[in-house]
T-cell receptor, first 112, second 114 residues
Framework: EPEVTQTPSHQVTQMGQEVILRCVPI?????FYWYRQILGQKVEFLVS????????KSEIFDDQFSVERPDGSNFTLKIRSTKLEDSAMYFC??????????FGPGTRLTVT | GNSVTQMEGPVTLSEEAFLTINCTYT??????LFWYVQYPGEGLQLLLK?????DKGSNKGFEATYRKETTSFHLEKGSVQVSDSAVYFC?????????????FGKGITLSVRP
């Protein structure tokens, strides 16, 4: 069964460094999403992406964040200059044209 | 804006016990409602969904009914198993399409003892 994959599973970085979180959505899906979950808090929407552009973003998704689909298979989330408060589990999701979003296993980002 | 509220956890039950996990929502219009489950070390998986009022979603012995009058979507299972131990998230989304982001509740950890 096709699945969404994410790499790495755990990333540790120092404050101020750039990180890129990678996702490979399911191949025939059209809509792509990033969510995050700070430990003990809700899963929060960051951004949705369709037809090679951002379709919606939350207020969390400020100028420090960017997304890209560089080669038609990967979907990346870049944080330009990480802060301590960016430490969280980041989930990628994709969907075709139904209601269901399929999620990856997540990347745990730890900013020290 | 939209929001989802789940009962506080964690929940610990013995095998074969009855499970109820409460979920209420606030939304404009007619949202679709979902329960996602996350098993240890895995991603979020859709457990069940309901797209309109009075719909009942069901899967793997779990069920939830979309109650517009009480803005609720409580998850129930008549007899839980150890393998049901996981984190359960209630969520909602607006109309399908590019902007159908999910709004999640906080999640609740269920542990089932043998």
């Amino acid at each position: 069964e096709p699945e969404v994959t994410q790499t790495p599973s755990h990333q540790v970085t120092q404050m101020g460094q750039e990180v890129i979180l990678r996702c490979v959505p399911i191949s025939n899906h059209l809509y792509f999403y990033w969510y995050r979950q700070i430990l003990g808090q809700k899963v929060e929407f960051l951004v949705s992406f369709y037809n090679n552009e951002i379709s919606e973003k939350s207020e969390i998704f400020d100028d420090q964040f960017s997304v890209e689909r560089p080669d038609g298979s990967n979907f990346t989330l870049k944080i330009r200059s990480t802060k301590l408060e960016d430490s969280a589990m980041y989930f990628c999701a994709s969907k075709q044209d139904s209601y269901e979003q399929y999620f990856g296993p997540g990347t745990r980002l730890t900013v020290t | 804006g939209n929001s989802v509220t789940q009962m506080e956890g964690p929940v610990t039950l013995s095998e074969e016990a009855f499970l109820t996990i409460n979920c209420t929502y606030t939304a404009t219009g007619y949202p679709s409602l979902f329960w996602y489950v996350q098993y240890p070390g895995e991603g979020l998986q859709l457990l069940l969904k309901a797209t309109k009022a009075d719909d009942k979603g069901s899967n793997k012995g779990f069920e939830a009914t979309y109650r517009k009058e009480t803005t609720s979507f409580h998850l129930e299972k008549g007899s839980v198993q150890v393998s049901d131990s996981a984190v359960y998230f209630c969520a909602l989304s607006g109309l399908p399409g590019a902007n159908s982001k999910l709004t999640f509740g906080k999640g609740i950890t269920l542990s089932v003892r043998p």
